[in-house]
């Protein structure tokens, strides 16, 4: 049975215009550069074009562009050059009158903290508390065991414990306060 491009197509477009925003996002957390991010999701994206016509269970579209983005996230950690070159990108000017300098501050010290992170801690706390995955969909994710995540989960959330306590641009009971809703997260 033949397929319909023009209508493959089309659905491709409308996936990627509702969901690229939230898929770059999750990049940045990953690796703390608008520019980087822009890159990881543009290469997720090209892996699903790739395979779009394979497509047979639309509600597993996210868990696959997910898993795109973690893998692309971790193949260009691994790139020697990547290693050497530290760029830093300033957040993007947005001013939408919701935020109040103590929670833009308190954004800030929280995505220097995960810079701070190794990169499978960082992607295993960005999937398990920023997308909400549980344990074994984190695993399936990373292609990893159980007892990997949880691990990792744990020394992430404690090394961000430990780097949140030592930024000097975050009161010390913001630190408790973020930590302690990220263990709470962990209990759950």
Do not use: N
């Not at 209508?7 to 703390?32: H, K, N, P, T």
């Not at 779009?52 to 898993?67: E, F, G, I, S």
């Amino acid at each position: 049975m033949p397929r319909d491009e023009a209508g493959d197509r089309r659905q491709f477009s409308e996936y990627v215009a509702a969901r690229r925003d939230i898929v770059r996002r999750a990049a940045y957390l990953m690796c703390g550069d608008w520019h980087w991010a822009d890159d990881l999701t543009q290469s997720a994206f090209i892996r699903l074009a790739a395979s779009w016509h394979r497509v047979r269970d639309p509600q597993a579209l996210d868990a696959y562009v997910r898993t795109c983005l973690v893998r692309a996230y971790l193949a260009e950690t691994r790139r020697v050059w990547r290693r050497r070159e530290r760029s830093y990108a300033d957040p993007p000017d947005t001013d939408d009158g919701q935020d109040s300098a103590e929670a833009v501050t308190r954004r800030l010290a929280f995505a220097r903290a995960l810079a701070h992170l190794p990169p499978r801690q960082r992607v295993t706390l960005i999937c398990r508390f920023y997308q909400g995955l549980d344990v074994a969909e984190t695993a399936a994710t990373l292609r990893c065991s159980e007892g990997t995540v949880k691990s990792q989960t744990a020394r992430g959330l404690a090394a961000l414990k430990r780097v949140l306590g030592e930024l000097d641009v975050i009161r010390p009971e913001l630190a408790r306060t973020t930590s302690a809703a990220a263990c709470a997260g962990e209990a759950s």
